[in-house]
Nanobody
């Protein structure tokens, strides 16, 4: 049974930082492309960042230069480091995994975590 479990969310002041983790079980992250998405209140789920099984990365324009996606194959865990947070980053953040291709499209991903809340106070 595949499980992705996010952690690390919380309340942070604008300008602060948070690191999210996505612990995988039932699959090896080294063989999957992993993505982070978020859903803000009243908005559609949107792409944040993705990392391929080979380490290539891509980011949404809104987070480029502030967020960093990474992966530790030995720990079977993905990460999202978020710096210079602002109120627009407030959302539930989800990690996802796929063997298809690294993508900005949620439907590409077959496995999802339950999400972790990030709230940025201004």
């Amino acid at each position: 049974q595949v499980q992705l479990v996010e952690s690390g969310g919380g309340l942070v002041q604008a300008g602060g930082s948070l690191s999210l983790s996505c612990k995988a079980s039932g699959l090896a992250v080294s063989a999957y492309h992993m993505g982070w998405f978020r859903r803000a209140p009243g908005k559609e789920r949107e792409f944040v960042a993705a990392i391929s099984w080979s380490g290539d990365t891509m980011y949404a324009d809104s987070v480029k230069g502030r967020f960093t996606i990474s992966r530790d194959n030995a720990k079977n865990t993905g990460y999202l480091r978020m710096n210079s947070l602002n109120a627009e980053d407030t959302a539930v953040y989800y990690c996802a995994a796929t063997r298809n291709s690294m993508s900005r499209v949620p439907a590409t991903y077959g496995y999802w975590g339950q999400g972790t809340q990030v709230t940025v106070s201004s």
